[in-house]
Every structure is written in structure tokens, then in C-alpha cells.
């Protein structure tokens, strides 16, 4: 009976997360692929098609220690998996949206960790746009740019709206073989369709159910009013340096862009599905020798 109530409540518990638009991540990327390259990946959630990546410089890969983040009730694992990256595009990864994201708001939240040295201007971010081509530096960034770029400070963590002046800020001195959770939130001062995105807030290592204030602010225009693709670039990644990059999710809320990944419902499935065999094995007469 004890067991009984569980399943049911637990089965209630997966429908009521299915069921909520805001609980559910817009898109979703896990890199859960066999080692090798990422190039023609298509997993996750919330994607129009594949990925396009740089052969050269992309690698799904066992990062040995995983990605991992837990803070309150946010917990963020990457596993066994994630991507590796070791060179220097514009466009070292890049993806479609299934729908483009033309909300007032959306919170982006990713896994970041390096080994090496970063130096002067390292560079790895996140970008937003809705063309592949070109540098996107006039496009919301989120990401690392080391030591705020020309070593004016010890801060690596880049928010940008645009390259220069207001629109870019920094947070946070990282250190090497640390995993950080990054989240940003992306939104409009003046909300209305059409209007460009000119605010990023964002968090290093925030807790679920306790926003707070942002660790930094970027304000300035930011090119576009939607977009419908999200990429990757890198530049001065030194040869002796790898970053590694993990559970992409982008979001309707703060909440849902910290909450456990959508597999964590599925495996409370499985582990009850096996709790109740193991319990009628248990039941069952011993076979006879």
C-alpha cells in the first residue's frame, strides 16, 4: 500500500511537471551523445535541427570529473558527457531553435568549467542571433572573456549586449578545474515585440528559489527583438587549454532554468517501476533447487 501511494504520488508529481509551460525548459541540450563529434548531433529538446560544428575544436568527450552544480533545490549534473572545446571560430557550434524565442523575457543557464591558464581575453561565449554567419559581437553574449579582456581586472564571467562601453560587464574570478553555473536573464526594458533586447542580468552559482539581485548587469542594445539561433564562439584558447561546456537550457522562468534536467522525472519513473518488481520478487515463493 506504502508503495502504492508513492507510484501515485510520484505519477502525479510527473504529470503536474509535464503539465506546466513554466516548469518545462524551452530548449534543452544535455550533450548526451556517443564520444566523438558533436556535428550532426541531434538530441535534446526545444531544436529545429542539428548541430553544425567545427571538427577541429568540438569533441563530445568524458570530462572525467563530472559537470555538476547543486544549490538549494537547483541541481544541475552533467554526467559522463560533455563538450570539449580546444580552438578558436566565430561559429564553432551553432543550432536552430524549433520556434524563434520573441518573449519579453527568457532566462539561458549553462555548465562551465576550464583547465589550463586563462589569460588576457580568453574567450568562450554563448551567442544569440538569427543568422549562423558572421562574429555576432553586436549580439547578446553570455560567457567567459578572462580577466575583463585587456587584464583591467581578475573577472572572467562576460555579459554583452554589445562589444564595448555599457553593454559588457563582468563577474567573478574562475578557477581553473571548478565547475560554475552561469544563468543569465535576457529581457527588454521596454517590453512590446519588436522592441531589442538591452538588458542581460546574470548569476554565478544562484540559487533555486532565491534570485536576488544579479551579479552583474549589462545594459545597451542588443541588436535583435528575437532570435532563433544560438551558437558558440571562442577565440585566444590556447593550446594548452581545454573548456568544457554542459546542460544548455533556456527558459520561460528563473525557477525552471535551475530546476533538476527534464530526465530526472523519467528516472523517478524507472526507479519505481523497478522498486515495485524488486517488491514482487520479493513476495514470490523461492524456486526449488
Known sequence: MALLRACVFATGWMLALAGSSTATPLAYEDFSYAYGELDGGNGGMGFG?????????TEI??????LSYSGGA?????????????????????????????????????????????????????WHD??????????????????????????????????GGSGQVYAVDLVAGQTY???????????????????FDVWVDPTAGASGAPDLTAA???????????????ANIDAVDTFWIDEIRYAATFEAAVVPEPSIALLMGAGLAALSTKGRSRRSPPRRP
Open 49 to 57: 535541427g542539428a548541430w553544425s560544428a567545427n571538427t577541429a575544436f
Open 61 to 66: 568527450a568524458d570530462p572525467g570529473i563530472a
Open 74 to 126: 537547483a541541481l544541475v549534473d552533467g554526467g559522463s558527457s560533455a563538450l570539449r572545446v580546444t580552438g578558436n571560430a566565430n561559429n564553432l557550434a551553432f543550432r536552430d531553435l524549433a520556434s524563434p524565442i520573441v518573449a519579453d523575457e527568457v532566462f539561458v543557464s549553462f555548465l562551465f568549467r576550464y583547465d589550463g591558464i586563462l589569460n588576457d581575453n580568453d574567450f568562450a561565449v554563448l
Open 130 to 163: 538569427n543568422v549562423s554567419t558572421g562574429s555576432h559581437t553586436t549580439r547578446p553574449n553570455l560567457g567567459i572573456k578572462a580577466n575583463q579582456g585587456n587584464g583591467a581586472g581578475s573577472e572572467d564571467v562576460v555579459a554583452r549586449l554589445q562589444l
Open 181 to 199: 553555473f552561469i544563468l543569465g536573464r535576457l529581457h527588454r526594458s521596454a517590453p512590446g515585440a519588436g522592441n531589442v533586447y538591452d538588458r
Open 220 to 234: 545597451g542594445a542588443g541588436g535583435v527583438s528575437s532570435f532563433g539561433t544560438i551558437g558558440i564562439r571562442t
